[in-house]
């Protein structure tokens, strides 16, 4: 079992950017992608991106191709989601999520949550 905390969440201006932070309770992530998801008022949960722990083979979003980017940092068992060009619809609760599988893009592929932070993107 692992528990995830996100943090780096906050308000910005459109055009301003956000690096998110997703740090584990364990000294390594022991699955095989962590994933980023974003909830918006009245609205499912939504794939946003996703890395392979070990190999670094990232998936996007169509919606935040060229404007956000994941990482990790193997050393830390910390994940990033660093997000420029940040846009109103970007406005959302981020979550992010492990799961064994690999790039999954539903949240059913995913087990272990982390409770979320906000991001708000003002016009």
Do not use: H
Not at 13 to 33: E, M, V
Not at 95 to 122: E, H, I, K, M
């Amino acid at each position: 079992q692992v528990q995830l905390v996100e943090s780096g969440g906050g308000l910005v201006q459109a055009g301003d950017s956000l690096r998110l932070s997703c740090t584990t309770s364990t000294r390594t992530f022991n699955y095989n992608t962590m994933g980023w998801f974003r909830q918006a008022p009245g609205k499912e949960r939504e794939f946003v991106a996703a890395i392979r722990w070990n190999v670094g083979t990232t998936s996007y979003t169509d919606s935040v191709k060229g404007r956000f980017t994941v990482s990790r940092d193997n050393a830390k068992a910390t994940g990033y989601l660093q997000m420029d060009r940040l846009r109103p619809e970007d406005t959302a609760r981020y979550f992010c999520a492990a799961s064994l599988g690999l790039l999954g893009t539903a949240p059913t592929d995913y087990r272990y949550w982390g409770q979320g932070t906000q991001v708000t993107v003002s016009s």
